[in-house]
């Protein structure tokens, strides 16, 4: 199985990062390639960067059927073009920020989402309107901190941000934090035991979603929306 | 990895049905263990059937508990006793409708659910309503047969069957098909192949899920509301 | 009219209790039976503890049956049961915390619920959103005390549950409160009293709503979903 | 108890229609006056008429709170000038639409509504939105017959409707109809029986809710929006 | 193009505070009167006032249609008799709370109400659920100011009123702020200044979408609910 | 007043067409440019062609911001870029499908869109489910005909189109019909006369919106999501 992981923010730091948890959760006949979406934005925060960074990501998914990709992660927390990334795939495409909300509704009752920047959090509601999950979204909440900061933390920085999602947590009442934004992929395992509750990594769940889809099986229907 | 897949229908037909297609999706390293639940619901269909399977399911997954599995799958489409479950397990708990309608809203616009009898379709239709998922569900339709005769299907039954699939999702306009009823796990592959779109068999959806939120080391959050 | 109603709890002492509320708001004509449901749950405390409580339930329905009941009045704020006792009843079948959230929606422009403990936040709130009265409901609110505690209140701690209770209006801006354990049955008058806004208590509620659909001469459907 | 009711079409034919079914579910020490709402409207259908018919509901509820009535019944099922009642009356006031919706919500999986004309749908679904019934209506179908002519039926007519309300619980597959005009009021029983499913009658409903309020000691709440 | 402006306020001095805001607004061909309904309400605050003052509104409208109006504009913010009023008259009838909301949903990601009395909160909540604006409502918050007073307002209290906007901004995240009552039409300008985010006065965006319709030679739809 | 009126869609007689739309309607002081996106989409089609379609929709609002515009029309019916191009512009943004969905709400009860292929259906939908307006949508459909098909129909292809949109209103309920396809753009007249309801251009609607948001001095909202 080959799965094609695109950084729509063109951080190569960012993408080691990436590329380090999907090898850490992938198993053992999943070949994973890692690569940044090339669009020139290098951290996605709002819309308009989303909108120039998915003409990168579509490229990057338009190479990858030619090289005979099986299935598609967009990772970044916005979910960067994948509504149109599935027209153009035959194998599942899923985002980050979707593949961590499936998981967090099914482990808690009310999911809480921690973010870079307060300009992601309109993105990111609107997302989960749109996949339902919204009424088991208690709050979505920014560090207020610039993306690529949050790929390396000073132990300071990281506590202010563990002490900011216990905030939250408690605030929201949320049963489960959702990490939202691929920065701070390698946080999970520190945040979860520190905050007691499951800490979910999209790009984590992302590389594991699309692995069952694939081994049930499971292409994007192209009955309709998705035909190309 | 562990996994308890308990069938809330007592018919050893059906077990033997869902441990194949267990085996089909599992990884290599995934041990899985399939029971009946052994509450004496011959079958599940609707809410009294369900209220009274459901102890069972709680009973097998005690004992589960003492046996250290690691997660466990509720293998009824109805998804038995999930929220009880959530409570008494430390690992994941999935039922097959959840992961199947959650497989099913990231494959295309819109699903259409097949279930043995009219009676489900309540229980469908609100369990996918508080998984949030009503917004992607186009129609929750009954074959009309008992649940039991789906496990040995005659040709021609499986043929009026496929003709059943194929004027729901032209009424629909659903893009991929949710099999709504274990009975029909093996029916997957042959109903994908006439059917032209994506058809999702929560057994095989929920063992994947399941991997996934272990591989993830991700359990159920007991923060409160699945506190023991 | 012969009405049966079921305490999930098996407790004496809130049998007791509800029996009295029952008396205090039933008509003349109305003969009231009040149980516990014997499936050994000493208090019903989140899902699990609800799961193992309705077998209890639905037992005392079926018994019910062979004598004649007219209507079943659940006695817990969680309406343990609910659905699947209408299958197995002719009469109609109401829960308290249902019976009381349909009066509450009718006497103010949204109402809180105090339950006892925050577990059961979440199985209330499901509730509300089922029966599609969530868009009234301004919050649900612990008293974060065990359900039992509840029966046998000194001064003291009725006055701070009254505190609290008040608080919950201000914060929410609720106009009716909603009882929401059949522990506080006996308080309605006092918190009424003391908060100035209609407090609604679901076994009074139930009874009146069951009495009213029996005058109705209205029965569950056996259409579909709840023929058994 | 002493209950006023209100029909806001002002048709003394369907007062009496109406007096008779109050008269034959209200318990034996409530004490009901029915009036016409006397704005001079001959049967409300849709939006206007029920603005003007409004103005003579909220006259005749200022001249009840004057003689001492306790609750209050607006007894036509686009339950005309409900909020601004709320707003003037001390006890309870309940709309017939409103009732009816409430209970049907109680005895089945999904009601359907028969009005009498196509212009009171969008007033009925507009309502049932705002009470949060909605998830529950199935539809709402007219009979396409002027609001009067439904309070004497001819034989052949009776059959009609019949004929017209099992389609619609067909098509719809409600399993509950609500009769959505109060000059349909006496043709509960004879419906119910040839339709095999509960059929409910607002104005039978409405006194028993109100009658369930008052024994419940229940009034409007004054804490803000219903404070005059 | 004419326009009939309606206020349901029978305040003269807010009826020039209208008539100026239109003439800020409207273009030059567009020919405006501004008139109170008449039915001797001198403030709508909450839902019975509306109630009676919804004849005023209707009867000004029956003679705007004697007098060949285009189009219609109702304005008090709970937009008082809408849908009564779409019936009798043959152009477009728009109220400035809808026509504010509407426009604040094209600006920003989503909007906070400011209104004079808490009495008003749930009718305005209850129309911004209709219209199917409420996703975008952040929350209605009063000024707890009678209507009248906020025509006329000293510094002080325009200061206070400033600051209580900005607070409900802050408190609730909204991005752009809809000033909930006429009274406040010729605050627009100043508020805006002083708060930094799109502030809309539901006079001028009435009588701009009332103009915009008319240029699109686009009238009220008679096929059925509004038919008369 | 300077609009820029922005075609996704790389047609020189679309663009021809749109621009005689905005001039039959726009007011005599606006100064409308036309232009295509020039991303070398001949035809949006669907959530691909719509994501490189907004690449060129965001440069033609970049150059538009140095040339001093004050509002932008998107004139495709799904909004190509939408929520981006409000980072970047000062002035307001809106979509022709946005703006005649926000008209259609105020003029009937429920819209129909008819659209050109069946891949729109899904883009269409979750844009009138972000706006908040899918509660007034009772169907997209299909013309099944190429968007740029739509610009020259033959007298046989528009009767046909005529017909098809007649039996939608029907089969709907609809009182009120959304063009959706710019290629529509100029039969607006003629299928409001064969129709007797109101129909839709989005391009007209678009221009009088933002000429309203204009005159209203409102510019999209910086305070948090559309900062750029």
Redesign the interface.
């Known amino acids: 199985m080959k799965i094609l992981v695109i950084n729509p923010n063109d951080s190569n730091d960012m993408r080691l990062l990436i590329e380090q948890s999907c090898r850490e959760?992938a198993?053992q006949s999943t070949d994973i390639t890692v690569v940044c979406a090339g669009a020139g934005v290098a951290s996605v925060e709002?819309?308009?960067d989303?909108?120039?960074a998915?003409?990168g990501v579509?490229e990057q998914i338009q190479l990858g059927e030619k090289e005979g990709f099986d299935a598609y992660l967009i990772a970044c927390a916005d979910d960067t073009?994948l509504?149109?990334a599935?027209?153009?795939a035959k194998g599942?495409v899923?985002g980050i920020g979707?593949a961590a909300m499936?998981?967090a509704?099914?482990?808690?009752?009310g999911f809480a989402i921690l973010t870079a920047q307060?300009?992601s959090?309109?993105v990111l509601?609107?997302n989960a309107?749109?996949?339902?999950?919204?009424?088991?979204c208690r709050g979505i909440f920014a560090a207020c901190m610039p993306v690529l900061a949050l790929e390396d933390l000073t132990s300071d920085e990281r506590e202010r941000l563990v002490a900011r999602a216990q905030a939250i947590?408690e605030q929201s009442?949320a049963?489960?934090l959702v990490l939202g934004c691929a920065g701070l992929t390698q946080q999970?395992?520190y945040f979860?035991q520190q905050l007691?509750?499951?800490v979910?990594?999209g790009v984590?769940?992302g590389i594991?979603?699309l692995?069952?889809?694939v081994?049930?099986?499971?292409?994007?229907?192209k009955?309709?929306?998705?035909?190309?």
Chains 1, 2, 3, 4, 5, 6 share one sequence.
């Open positions: 959760v198993g709002g819309y308009y989303g909108a120039i998915q003409v579509l073009g509504y149109a599935r027209e153009i599942p899923v979707e499936h998981y509704s099914m482990l808690g009752y307060a300009k959090i309109a509601a609107n309107s749109a996949y339902g999950l919204s009424q088991h947590i009442n049963e489960v999970q395992t979860s007691g509750v499951p979910i990594d984590r769940a594991s979603t692995e069952g889809l081994k049930n099986k499971l292409v994007t229907s009955r309709n929306t998705y035909l190309r």
